[in-house]
Structure formats: C-alpha cells, structure tokens
C-alpha cells in the first residue's frame, strides 16, 4: 500500500510539472520536459513518505547529508529545465554545483557504510575524515 501511495504522488505531481514544463518551453524538448518532471515527481514522494522515515531512525543524525542530497538530486532537475528555458545560466551553473556537492556527499556516506559492512578495524582509515558527520 505504501508503494501504491509512492507511485500515486510520484505521478500526480509528474504530470502536474510536465504541463508546466511543456506550457513554458513548448513542445520542442517534450522528452526531456517528461524526464524531469518524472524525477521531480520521484523526489517529491522521496521527501513526503522518506521524511516520517528517516524520522523513525534511532541513529539518523549521520544520514541527515544524505537525506538531503538524495533529495536535492531527485527535486533540482525540474526548475533547472525551467532555468535553461529562459537561459539563465548563472542559475543553471548554481544547480550543476550543488548536485556535484550532493554526488560527494552520497559517496562519502556510501563509502562509510562499507567501510563499517566490511568490517573495517584500521583506524589510520577512520582518521581519513570520511566520518564527518558523527
């Protein structure tokens, strides 16, 4: 049931962006403007039904980052097709590096999670700073 909900407002607010996509760029980049709107939709269900999630989650201080990146990645791809449309580029440049500093923060916390599933005892490695959040 869950999922179903998931899938429900993933939907709704796809279809909802891509009118707006389609209404303001025109129908020239249709694929692209679904595309976004699609991973917008995503992104707005990630935060509404991940959210109480991550909120249930005894030690979720370390997973605020990534949290956050996840959905900053799913949520930034609409406007910033939105930008482009009217050649905003500074705004557009703004987005690329914040998605650049979201892939980091996803991959630093990836590469803690394995370190701890690996079972990893070398503190020299837990001195490296990849635990910056604890």
């Known amino acids: 049931m869950k999922s179903l909900k998931y899938i429900l407002v993933s939907a709704i607010v796809a279809a909802i962006a891509a009118a707006i996509s389609i209404s303001i760029e025109g129908t020239g980049r249709i694929a692209l403007a679904l595309l976004e709107s699609a991973i917008f939709g995503i992104g707005v269900a990630f935060v509404v039904f991940g959210y ?6 005894p030690k979720r201080k370390p997973l605020l980052p990534t949290y956050l990146a996840i959905s900053w990645l799913l949520l930034s791809w609409w ?8 050649d905003l580029v500074m705004l557009d440049l ?3 590096s914040i998605s650049i500093i979201a892939a980091f923060v996803n991959a630093h916390h990836l590469y803690d999670v394995m370190h701890k599933e690996a079972g990893d005892k070398d503190e020299d490695l837990r001195k490296g700073g990849y635990e910056i959040w604890k």
């Open 79 to 86: 406007p910033r097709g939105l930008f482009r449309a009217h």
């Open 94 to 96: 703004a987005f690329y």
């Open 52 to 57: 109480p999630l991550w909120r249930r989650v």
